[in-house]
Nanobody
Framework: VQLQASGGGLVQAGGSLRLSCADS????????MAWFRQAPGKEREFVAV????????IYADSVKGRFTMSRDNAKNTVFLQMSSLEPEDTAVYYC???????????????WGQGTQVTVSS
């Protein structure tokens, strides 16, 4: 599993961005895929996760209703569509792969390099 995250950038509050995470490995569809984020001086926090079994998703309360996670197994890619962005969403966003659905980052074995999302007020 080799994860490459992209799609970050600078956006005004209320705007939208779509993050992508591509896996160059051959076992993408066997992993739960998640997004975490880390703001300066803060702990890494869970954002969303999608199951490889049925595509079901779990979201952090702070993003529920604004962010949507999806996956395309044929393209070995997951997406995070972020809408109604707020300055509090500013962070480095990381995608991760693990053997099971979890909201805890230690349970993920593989990590992308991170992509910066900055939301201006």
């Amino acid at each position: 599993v080799q994860l490459q995250a992209s799609g970050g950038g600078l956006v005004q509050a209320g705007g939208s961005l779509r993050l992508s995470c591509a896996d160059s490995g051959r076992t993408f569809s066997e992993y739960a895929m998640a997004w975490f984020r880390q703001a300066p001086g803060k702990e890494r926090e869970f954002v969303a996760v999608i199951s490889w079994l049925d595509g079901s998703t779990i979201y952090a309360d702070s993003v529920k209703g604004r962010f949507t996670m999806s996956r395309d197994n044929a393209k070995n890619t997951v997406f995070l569509q972020m809408s109604s962005l707020e300055p509090e969403d500013t962070a480095v966003y990381y995608c991760a792969a693990g053997p099971r659905v979890s909201v805890y980052y230690p349970n993920y074995d593989y990590w992308g390099q991170g992509t910066q999302v900055t939301v201006s007020s």
